[in-house]
């Protein structure tokens, strides 16, 4: 007896993927879905502590300036110092973790702490020479770079926009993060209501004290 002949599959109809490759297929979309709702634990807290020890030896320094204007060059020195060293930490955090800055909630966390950053720097330049004018009029730009009423109100407005910052990224990381950046709103908004020579102590607090203290205990619970 002959067996029947198959029939033909019908025109349109192609084969599915092969067993394997489908479930390697589910196993990179639940990893990519896994990644995209974890929390970033790369926040570096030894990197932290080292932001807060140099903010903390800049404070001193400021105290020691002469000038208003000098006063805010080491703050400026130290802004650009705090950023290096976090940058470096973050990423070599992020590269013994396996984790690339460039995607997921890596990409969210600077995006989140950048904006705030560049309005600090925006506050610092448009107000930067300006005081009270022959009139008390508030804010009119004076020739000599010594003016002192505006450059009161910058360590309120940097702890401010940190903080902002702050909470911002750490919306996608670990909740000490967005703690800490509560924190530095606290500080910003004494510094803005308290006598102006209490200003740099604020900012020892702040980028000295909340990141020393905030390091460590990130570092403890999340690693270096």
């Known amino acids: 007896m002959t067996r029947p002949d198959r029939k033909p599959l019908r025109r349109g109809v192609t084969a599915g993927p092969p067993p394997h490759e489908a479930a390697s297929a589910q196993l990179r979309f639940i990893r990519d879905a896994m990644e995209r709702s974890a929390r970033f ?7 932290g502590v080292a932001m807060g020890v140099t903010a903390l030896g800049a404070a ?3 105290t020691q300036q002469p000038t208003p204007s000098e006063w805010l060059r080491v703050w400026a020195g130290e802004a650009v110092v705090g950023v290096i060293l976090g940058l ?5 955090k992020a590269q013994a973790s396996g984790l690339d800055l460039r995607v997921g909630q890596g990409r969210k966390f600077l995006l989140g702490l950048a904006p705030a950053l560049l309005t600090g720097v925006a506050l610092t330049l448009a ?4 005081d009270v ?13 010594e003016a002192t009423a505006s450059l009161r109100l910058l360590p309120g407005l940097w702890l401010l926009c940190y903080g902002v910052g702050v909470i911002s990224a750490g919306m996608f990381s670990v909740r000490l993060v967005p703690t800490m950046g509560l ?16 200003g740099t102590a604020y900012l020892a607090a702040g980028f000295g004290g909340l990141h020393v203290i905030f390091g460590i205990l990130i570092a403890r619970k999340h690693g270096g």
């Open 88 to 92: 470096v930490f973050l990423i070599r």
């Open 127 to 130: 107000v930067y020479g300006f």
């Open 183 to 198: 924190g530095f709103l606290g500080l910003g908004l004494l510094a803005l209501l308290s006598p102006a020579a209490w």
């Open 133 to 145: 004018g022959p009139t008390k009029e508030y804010f009119v730009r004076q020739g000599a770079v």
């Open 41 to 47: 634990t790369a926040v570096p807290g030894w990197g």
């Open 60 to 62: 001193w320094l400021a």
